[in-house]
C-alpha cells in the first residue's frame, strides 16, 4: 500500500484567504508594484472584481496602496500581519468568554458550594516534602483535561525560594514548554538576590510564565487548575519551618477563594525590575507582526535600528528560531504577539 503523498496547504488558504484572493496576491508578488488596470489584465478578470479584490487584501494588510499602485507586503510580513489580526480576534473573543462568566460569577459559587455540600467532605490530602510538592504540580498539570493548566503560586521567604532555584524549578520549566501548565508567581522582592534565583525566573518567564514582587507575601499557597488548592500546614508560615508539610485540598470553593487572594495580590505586585529587556522583545516581535520594518519598528519605540536588530537577535535565540518568520510563528505560538 502506497503512502499518500504530503501535500503542504498554502499558508494563505490555511488563514481564511479564498482562491482567488490567494491568486491576486501572488500576481501583486511577481508584479511587485502594479495599478489596477495591470492587475486586472493578469488576472484576466473585469477591473471592478479585481479592484474589490484589492480592497480586501489592503483591508487584510497583506498588500498597501499608495498613489493608485499597489505594493506587496514581504510574505513573512503579510502573514505576520495576518496572524495577529487572528490573534487579535481570539485574545477578543476570549475576553468576552471571560466577562460573560464574570457576569455569572455570583451563581457559580452557589452551584460549587451547593455540589460541595451535597458530595460531603473536601477532599483532603496531607503531604510532606518538597519533592512531592513539585512532583505533584506536574502531576496534576498531566492529568489536566484541559491543557495549559494554570498554576497560581505564592511563595513568601528566601529559604523556599533558594529550593525551587536549585532543586525544583526545571520540571516546572519543562512543563511549561511542554504546553503542559502556565506559571503566575508573586514572591517577595528581597528574595531575588538568592543563588540562582534571578536566572531561573528568567527561565520560568522565557517559556511563558509570568513573575512578579511585593515587599512582603503573606503566606505561601497556590493552586492547579480549577479543582486543586495547596495550603500550608500553618498558614503565614514558611514552608521550611514547617518540613514542607501542606494539604492539596480538592474542591472549587476553595480554589476560588485562593485565586481572588492572589488577583488581590497580583494587582498590587510589581513586574520583575530586569523585565524590560524581554519586554523590548516582544515590542519588536509585535511591531513586526503589523508588518512594520526595522526602521519603523525604530522610530515607533524611539530606540537605534541597531538596537532593534539586537532584539531580533535575542528573540531568535530565545524561541530556538533559524529565522524572523520562524520567530515570530513561534512567538505567536507562545502568546507573545497578544
Request: charged fraction near 25%.
Amino acid at each position: 500500500m502506497r503512502d499518500e503523498p504530503h501535500t503542504v496547504s498554502d499558508p494563505f488558504e490555511t488563514l481564511g484567504l479564498d482562491s482567488a484572493q490567494t491568486a491576486l496576491y501572488t500576481a501583486v508578488l511577481r508584479l511587485h508594484r502594479a495599478t489596477l488596470s495591470d492587475l486586472a489584465q493578469a488576472m484576466d478578470g473585469p477591473v471592478d472584481k479585481v479592484g474589490r479584490q484589492l480592497d480586501d487584501l489592503v483591508k487584510l494588510g497583506v498588500i498597501d496602496e499608495q498613489s493608485g499602485q499597489y505594493l506587496a507586503r514581504h510574505p513573512a510580513a503579510a502573514l505576520g500581519r495576518v496572524i495577529a489580526q487572528r490573534l487579535d480576534r481570539l485574545a477578543e473573543e476570549s475576553r468576552r468568554i471571560d466577562s460573560a462568566l464574570g457576569s455569572i460569577r455570583g451563581l457559580i459559587r452557589d452551584y460549587d458550594a451547593g455540589r460541595d455540600y451535597r458530595s460531603g467532605p473536601f477532599m483532603v490530602e496531607m503531604a510532606s516534602g518538597a519533592d512531592i510538592l513539585y512532583e505533584s504540580v506536574v502531576g496534576i498539570a498531566v492529568q489536566s483535561p484541559s491543557p495549559p493548566m494554570p498554576l497560581l503560586t505564592a511563595i513568601p521567604d528566601e529559604r523556599t525560594m533558594t529550593d525551587f532555584a536549585r532543586k525544583f524549578a526545571d520540571p516546572w520549566i519543562d512543563a511549561q514548554k511542554r504546553n503542559l501548565l502556565t506559571v503566575r508567581a508573586v514572591v517577595p522582592v528581597f528574595t531575588l538576590s538568592a543563588p540562582g534565583v534571578r536566572d531561573q525566573l528568567t527561565n520560568v518567564i522565557e517559556a511563558g510564565g509570568e513573575v512578579r514582587t511585593l515587599d512582603r507575601v503573606p503566606s505561601w499557597f497556590m493552586t492547579a487548575g480549577s479543582e486543586t488548592a495547596g495550603l500550608p500546614a500553618c498558614w503565614g508560615g514558611n514552608l521550611p519551618d514547617h518540613a514542607y508539610n501542606f494539604y492539596l485540598v480538592r474542591t472549587p470553593v476553595i480554589v476560588g477563594v485562593l485565586s481572588t487572594l492572589f488577583t488581590e495580590l497580583w494587582a498590587r505586585a510589581q513586574p520583575l525590575p530586569w523585565a524590560s529587556r524581554a519586554d523590548g522583545v516582544r515590542q519588536v516581535l509585535r511591531l513586526a507582526a503589523q508588518g512594520l520594518c526595522d526602521d519603523s519598528i525604530a522610530r515607533q519605540l524611539g530606540v537605534s535600528v541597531r538596537t532593534v536588530r539586537a532584539r531580533w537577535a535575542d528573540a531568535m535565540t530565545e524561541l530556538g528560531a533559524q529565522s524572523r518568520f520562524r520567530a515570530g510563528v513561534e512567538a505567536a505560538r507562545r502568546g507573545w504577539l497578544r
